[in-house]
C-alpha cells in the first residue's frame, strides 16, 4: 500500500490558517516573522506575506500578512499562536482559519479581569483577494 493509499480516511486535515500580526514592540522584521512561523510548524511560502498598514486599538500599525498551511488541530494551531504572542510580545494575534473562523489569540500573561477585543472580520487584512478565489470563503 502506498503512503497516499495508507492516509486516505485517516483524518488528517491540512488548515488554512491567515495572520495578521503587529510589527510594532517588538525587534522582528517581515522576515524575522516569517521564520518564526516556519519554526512553529506553518508551511509559509516566500511570496504568500506581506506588509500592510493595519489598525489596532484605533491607531495604525504595520502588520505582517501572511497565508500558511498545517497539519494540527485548532487547538495545536492556537497553542502555537500563543507562544508566537509570547515571543512577539504582542497583546494578541489575529488569524482567519479556512476562510471563515476569525479568532484573536491573546497571549498567555494576558489577565483575566481584562476584557478582550472580539476577531473583527472589517479589521482583518485578507492574504489574497477572496472575491476572485471564493470558493472556500464564506
Known sequence: MSKIENCIGSGVKITQVEFNIGLNGHMYTENGVAVLLRQAGFKLYDDAYFVDNGKYLGNDEPTFVG??????????????????????????????????????????????????????SDLFIDAYNKN???KNFK
Open 132 to 134: 476572485k478565489f471564493n
Open 67 to 120: 497565508l500558511t498551511s498545517i497539519i494540527a488541530s485548532v487547538k495545536e494551531i492556537k497553542d502555537k499562536v500563543k507562544d508566537l504572542c509570547d515571543i512577539l510580545q504582542q497583546d494578541c494575534i489575529a488569524i482567519l482559519i479556512d476562510n471563515y473562523e476569525g479568532k484573536l489569540i491573546y497571549n498567555k500573561r494576558h489577565l483575566k479581569q481584562v476584557p478582550k477585543l472580539k476577531f473583527d
